[in-house]
């Protein structure tokens, strides 16, 4: 939930007007507005032990780095300070939802911490370009394609999304968080023994 709410809309300033309308912290309010309403639905429906995912650092992909300018920095830091203004208000939806909704167990799984290690640890060099030969109009990789012969060595299989070795490594820190602001309050390891 978001990161094409931002990639797709805010950030696209000539396709749709949601950045004339909303300044990046009246954007984050409003997302978190739906975002509360879709998990309220959820626990209405039965849900009772959710894991939410808060937002990567969007302004470090290949295909945001190739629209915008850096300014130096290794990132976007006007996309990733507006996704942090999203994060930032995940912490309290779950406090909120496990004090309030009874038998709730949610659990903020903190995806910019996870994302923030040094990848060469991991035999990942190529952080900034795409495995594929991605199109300029949707990021995604132009079809039949061969893609790069060392696919373990990027971070991102397209302009957007994470290689499978990325998403590895992701998944075996939500389940088994090896810092403690992987996730709050509790791992999904934890979330589901509870």
């Excluded at 939930?1 to 950045?19: A, C, E, Q, R, V």
């Excluded at 299989?157 to 994470?162: E, I, L, R, S």
């Amino acid at each position: 939930m978001g990161s094409n709410d931002y990639i797709n809309n805010y950030f696209m300033p000539k396709l749709y007007i949601t950045s004339r309308l909303f300044t990046p912290d009246q954007y984050a309010t409003t997302l978190i507005q739906q975002y509360t309403l879709q998990l309220h639905t959820l626990y209405n429906y039965g849900a009772q032990k959710v894991a939410i995912f808060g937002l990567g650092q969007i302004g470090c992909t290949p295909a945001e780095l190739g629209k915008y300018d850096t300014n130096g920095s290794a990132c976007v830091d006007t996309i990733n300070d507006a996704v942090r203004l999203f994060n930032n208000r995940l912490k309290p939806l779950v406090d909120d939802f496990n004090k309030n909704l009874p038998g709730a167990k949610f659990t903020l799984i903190n995806i910019t911490n996870i994302s923030g290690g040094d990848p060469s640890s991991a035999g990942i060099t190529v952080i900034n370009t795409p495995c594929c030969n991605a199109t300029k109009s949707s990021g995604l990789c132009y079809r039949n394609q061969a893609p790069c012969s060392n696919r373990s060595t990027y971070a991102f299989w397209d302009a957007f999304h994470p290689t499978e070795i990325i998403n590895v490594i992701t998944a075996g820190r939500v389940y088994n968080a090896s810092s403690p602001l992987d996730a709050y309050p509790v791992d999904i390891c934890t979330l589901a023994h509870l």
